[in-house]
């Protein structure tokens, strides 16, 4: 075992052992714990339903656990966290699901850069891959470089004209080219392959949002938010489209939920004030209203020349 690998697995032990208590965990039940679903590994890993494993077993599964840790911090919005978890492991020890994983982690905290560098760095192991393509494509198209997104992706979309990501991404690229009719329809045909995907669902919100729907945009954003409420990028649009509309109660629920995800977001912290001084004014407008003498209130006024 390396010198890097014993220090890592002696940390993590250190760290199981303060952080858990209760019972023991063989290497068949950890195995099994880890196939499950990674919210709940977390959980038990927090609240100390289970205990270290041996060195070897660790060793062994030390991949697999960080990476449902990792997971298990991103379905709560705690992307950073999640991050310095899947950076304890050194890089080229890094599983292809855990450097994807990087991946998309960076690009929900919109640190595109390191997010293309990681699928750069799976790309020269595995050259043939186009789902790795359609992940470049679709981290340059949030990047704002949407002619090296589709000259990537053109040839996949050609390839593979019915797979659901590749649709969500091509229909991205055609609604960041102001194509909103034809991006529409892919984005759609997508979440008709992937239903209940909160990405393509805010997709679908974005190319209603910019086409002038904002009915459909508020349902769009409104469903995205409920399957994925850690979705930063979805709760601030959902706002951005209800300040518009002038639902200020909802709006503000919205953009706190947000801020807490993206703290100090400069268009988030303009829409709270917005929406707090509307509010307010809407708030000292009534009291006077209720202030008003009975009478005063029930004459219309006229032209009484």
Same mark, same amino acid.
């Given at each position: 075992?390396?010198?890097?690998?014993?220090?890592?697995?002696?940390?993590?032990?250190?760290?199981?052992?303060?952080?858990?208590?209760?019972?023991?965990?063989?290497?068949?039940?950890?195995?099994?714990?880890?196939?499950?679903?990674?919210?709940?590994?977390?959980?038990?890993?927090?609240?100390?339903? @289970?205990?270290?494993?041996?060195?070897?077993?660790?060793?062994?599964?030390?991949?697999?656990?960080?990476?449902?840790?990792?997971?298990?911090?991103?379905?709560?919005?705690?992307?950073?966290?999640?991050?310095?978890?899947?950076?304890?492991?050194?890089?080229?020890?890094?599983?292809?699901?855990?450097?994807?994983?990087?991946? @998309?982690?960076?690009?929900?905290?919109?640190?595109?850069?390191?997010?293309?560098?990681?699928?750069?760095?799976?790309?020269?192991?595995?050259?043939?891959?186009?789902?790795?393509?359609?992940?470049?494509?679709?981290?340059?198209?949030?990047?704002?470089?949407?002619?090296?997104?589709?000259?990537?992706?053109?040839?996949?979309?050609?390839?593979?004209?019915?797979?659901?990501? @590749?649709?969500?991404?091509?229909?991205?690229?055609?609604?960041?080219?102001?194509?909103?009719?034809?991006?529409?329809?892919?984005?759609?045909?997508?979440?008709?392959?992937?239903?209940?995907?909160?990405?393509?669902?805010?997709?679908?919100?974005?190319?209603?949002?910019?086409?002038?729907?904002?009915?459909?945009?508020?349902? @769009?954003?409104?469903?995205?938010?409920?399957?994925?409420?850690?979705?930063?990028?979805?709760?601030?649009?959902?706002?951005?489209?209800?300040?518009?509309?002038?639902?200020?109660?909802?709006?503000?629920?919205?953009?706190?939920?947000?801020?807490?995800?993206?703290?100090?977001?400069?268009?988030?912290?303009?829409?709270?004030?917005?929406?707090?001084?509307?509010?307010?004014?809407?708030?000292?407008?009534?009291?006077?209203?209720?202030?008003?003498?009975?009478?005063?209130?029930?004459?219309?006024?006229?032209?009484?020349?």
């Amino acid at each position: 075992m390396s010198i890097h690998a014993w220090i890592r697995s002696l940390l993590l032990l250190c760290l199981l052992s303060s952080a858990l208590a209760g019972g023991f965990a063989t290497e068949e039940n950890i195995t099994g714990i880890l196939s499950g679903d990674p919210a709940l590994v977390l959980e038990r890993f927090e609240n100390g339903s @289970f205990k270290e494993p041996d060195l070897n077993t660790l060793i062994e599964i030390q991949d697999l656990l960080y990476r449902k840790l990792a997971l298990g911090l991103a379905g709560k919005g705690e992307y950073e966290k999640a991050i310095t978890v899947l950076d304890s492991i050194p890089s080229h020890e890094l599983t292809y699901d855990s450097i994807l994983l990087l991946a @998309f982690l960076h690009n929900r905290v919109q640190d595109h850069q390191a997010a293309l560098n990681h699928i750069i760095t799976l790309q020269a192991r595995y050259p043939d891959d186009i789902k790795l393509d359609n992940a470049r494509a679709y981290i340059l198209c949030m990047a704002g470089s949407q002619a090296d997104a589709k000259r990537i992706m053109e040839p996949v979309i050609n390839q593979e004209p019915d797979y659901g990501p @590749f649709l969500d991404t091509w229909g991205t690229i055609l609604a960041a080219e102001g194509k909103y009719y034809s991006a529409g329809k892919a984005c759609g045909r997508a979440y008709a392959l992937m239903p209940g995907d909160p990405e393509v669902l805010a997709h679908l919100g974005m190319i209603a949002y910019k086409s002038g729907r904002l009915g459909d945009a508020k349902n @769009f954003y409104q469903q995205s938010v409920r399957l994925d409420p850690a979705f930063a990028e979805g709760q601030k649009e959902y706002a951005r489209v209800l300040m518009d509309l002038g639902r200020y109660p909802e709006a503000q629920k919205v953009i706190r939920t947000a801020l807490r995800l993206i703290p100090g977001d400069e268009d988030l912290v303009s829409w709270e004030k917005e929406a707090d001084a509307t509010l307010l004014a809407w708030h000292i407008k009534q009291e006077q209203e209720a202030d008003r003498p009975l009478l005063i209130k029930r004459v219309v006024p006229g032209n009484h020349s």
